[in-house]
């Protein structure tokens, strides 16, 4: 009789930090900058798929604004302030697993 399989979904996002969580967890991820800059972006990055690049998750234009991306995969975002950008999930899901990238810019 075999051990059974766990899934953990692991993502990592910007300032070298990562979350590691088990799947049906909740993942909520922050990013924060100290400029004025209006627009921020979360993209993910797949282990298995290093070479087609990044896919954008959400995006923000501004202040409590956030639009889904080409694939947000269930994940809801809060931009409570200009330099701040808040990703969540309720239930993470083993397709959620890579890294995560926080974006910002003019």
Known sequence: MGL???Y???I???GNRHLITEKGQKVKMRCE???QDTQMFWYQQKPESKE????????SLGKNNAENGD????FKAQRPEIN??????PSAEP???GNCISEFSV
């Not at 087609?52 to 995006?59: A, H, N, Q, T």
């Not at 694939?71 to 269930?74: A, I």
């Open 4 to 6: 059974p399989l766990l």
């Open 8 to 10: 953990c979904v692991v």
């Open 12 to 14: 990592f996002f910007s």
């Open 33 to 35: 900058h100290n400029t």
């Open 52 to 59: 087609k690049g990044l896919v954008l998750i959400l995006y």
């Open 71 to 74: 694939d947000p995969q269930g």
């Open 84 to 89: 701040i950008f808040i990703l969540s999930k």
């Open 95 to 97: 397709r959620n697993s």
